[in-house]
């Protein structure tokens, strides 16, 4: 073992690749991997090789310009496995593979199966390592990982048969929390004894506005309890009253034991952005920083996730003036405006009307005209699974951001929720357009800042914690902010 512990990453992968036959590579692969190896490893090429695990591996992928990880990915993953094969590589630190499928079965696997044994170990390290740096649970973690490896066909499969047959939420039956959100939330307080947040001076922002009328109460789709779909009341004060309420109501006639969280935003004392996140979105585009602009961070009022990963969002991305992937005629589209203000349009019908500061696509318009437009929740327009069938009926945590006839602004998440309830929510929230947002409980997120500081969750059963929004972010975000009175 002494004499593999002076091995290094970077002496295997450069031995490794040059036994491979260029006719199975190519010259101009090899010669690009052969480069790589020398130049680009960087500290993780000094790493002893026995004792390098998977994390270390995924964690210098993730450093890498976006256009190098995916080849990055495979290659070293690739690497790891014919190192375990000759026998070389023996420890992976936290996955020891003997422990975990019982040696008998590993004198046979070994010799069998053992790539395929070794690649799903290389996974659980992967995904072992987003659960601990960016709190994911379990599933979402091994089902990221799987998706940047190029079996999202198959992630996407294995989650329709999950959320339909195995996981299926209960029908009926009353909910086991409250309408509201506890007494130490500081929802449904006069606004007299809430403390205000933060104001901030942005001149293109302007000044805020006298507050909106706040809609009437939402009406559930059965019979409603206490409480059930009155506007309450937030600690978020803009002009010495809330900009931010939220209401929560049953998703549907079915699944009555279960709440959908509704948040409204009144646009005229609320400025709106997008913020790229560290890896989202991808495409031709440096990274983002994850996080709101330092100087704007105290009058940062609230985050909300944005869409789905480019390649599955069926759009495009502009930031500024930068094209990341051009935007598609006949999508969905968030336009937040450098003025602050927010829309969302049919692109290509609807026209921007002030500068950008970004348009961010996914899926089509699920409500247009007031009136909702999911139909078929088998179409892949609402997402897919295998061959173009939807993904529309799961019932999973979902989200959605529409725009009300006065301008202001509602977000919709829960836990329980098909594209046709999400849209039958926001149709109820009296919005004129709305857009589907990220869904899954790792992705479909919302929390308040400000008064709230570090975080409180929008919905009280997001797992996520509430610093997802405040610390780096892997994905984009929409950020909420206080303007100046």
């Given amino acids: 073992m002494s004499r593999n512990r002076s091995i290094t990453v970077r002496q295997w992968l450069g031995a490794w690749v040059s036994c491979i036959p260029e006719a199975e590579l190519g010259f101009g692969y090899k010669r690009r991997l052969t480069i790589f190896v020398a130049k680009e490893l960087g500290d993780f090429g000094n790493l002893e090789l026995a004792t390098t695990g998977a994390a270390d591996a995924y964690r210098f992928v993730q450093s890498l310009q976006k256009t190098d990880r995916e080849l990055a990915y495979r290659f070293i993953s690739s690497g790891l496995r014919a190192a375990?094969?000759?026998?070389l590589n023996t420890r992976y630190p936290g996955f020891?593979?003997?422990?975990?499928?019982?040696?008998?079965?590993?004198?046979v696997a070994r010799g069998i199966v053992s790539t395929a044994v070794v690649a799903g170990l290389i996974t659980s390290g992967f995904a072992l390592d987003r659960m601990v740096r960016f709190k994911e649970d379990s599933l979402t973690a091994y089902a990221t990982v799987l998706r940047q490896s190029g079996f999202g066909v198959v992630v996407a499969f294995a989650e329709d048969v999950y959320y339909n047959y195995i996981n299926t939420p209960k029908v009926g039956g009353q909910?086991?929390?409250?309408?509201?959100?506890?007494?130490?939330?500081?929802?449904?307080?006069?606004?007299?004894?809430?403390?205000?947040?933060?104001?901030?001076?942005?001149?293109?922002?302007?000044?805020?506005?006298?507050p909106s009328v706040v809609p009437d109460r939402l009406i559930s789709p059965v019979s409603p309890q206490v409480g059930e779909g009155t506007w309450l009341r937030t600690k978020i004060l803009v002009n010495g009253s809330p900009a931010i309420r939220i209401a929560r109501i049953r998703p549907d006639k079915e699944h009555t034991s279960?709440?959908?969280?509704?948040?409204?935003?009144?646009?005229?004392?609320?400025?709106?952005?997008q913020v790229p996140g560290t890896d989202v979105p991808e495409g031709n585009f440096a990274r983002g920083s994850g996080v709101v602009p330092a100087e704007l961070k105290p009058f940062y009022v609230a985050g909300l996730n944005d869409g789905f990963l480019?390649?599955?969002?069926?759009?495009?991305?502009?930031?500024?003036?930068?094209v990341v992937k051009k935007l598609v005629a006949g999508k969905a589209t968030l336009v937040t405006y450098t003025d602050g203000s927010i829309d969302v349009l049919k692109w290509g019908?609807?026209?921007?009307?002030?500068?950008?500061?970004?348009?961010?696509?996914?899926?089509?318009?699920?409500?247009?005209?007031?009136?909702?437009?999911?139909?078929?929740?088998?179409q892949s327009k609402w997402g897919w699974v295998w061959q173009g069938?939807?993904?529309?009926?799961?019932?999973?945590?979902?989200?959605?951001?529409?725009?009300?006839?006065?301008g202001t602004v509602v977000y919709c998440i829960g836990p329980v929720l098909s594209a046709k309830s999400l849209a039958d929510m926001m149709v109820r929230a009296g919005a004129v357009r709305a857009m589907p947002l990220d869904m899954n409980s790792a992705y479909a997120n919302g929390f308040l800042y400000g008064p709230y500081a570090p975080g409180?969750?929008?919905?009280?059963?997001?797992?996520?914690?509430?610093d997802r929004f405040w610390a780096p972010s892997e994905r984009d975000f929409v950020a909420i902010f206080a303007k100046s009175p």
Avoid at 389 to 406: E, F, M
Wanted: no cysteine; net charge positive; proline share 4%.
């Fill in 84 to 87: 375990k094969n000759v026998g």
């Fill in 96 to 107: 020891p593979a003997k422990r975990v499928i019982g040696k008998a079965f590993w004198v």
């Fill in 175 to 210: 909910p086991t929390q409250t309408s509201d959100f506890g007494s130490d939330s500081g929802l449904g307080e006069q606004s007299q004894s809430a403390k205000s947040s933060t104001v901030a001076f942005v001149d293109r922002w302007g000044v805020a506005g006298s």
């Fill in 258 to 273: 279960y709440y959908a969280t509704i948040a409204w935003f009144d646009s005229k004392r609320l400025a709106f952005q």
């Fill in 310 to 322: 480019m390649r599955d969002s069926q759009g495009g991305y502009v930031y500024g003036d930068k």
């Fill in 349 to 378: 019908r609807d026209k921007p009307t002030k500068a950008i500061q970004a348009a961010r696509q996914n899926l089509t318009l699920m409500v247009d005209g007031a009136k909702s437009q999911v139909q078929d929740e088998s």
């Fill in 389 to 406: 069938v939807g993904s529309g009926k799961n019932l999973v945590w979902r989200s959605a951001l529409g725009v009300r006839a006065d």
């Fill in 456 to 466: 409180k969750r929008i919905d009280p059963n997001i797992y996520r914690e509430p």
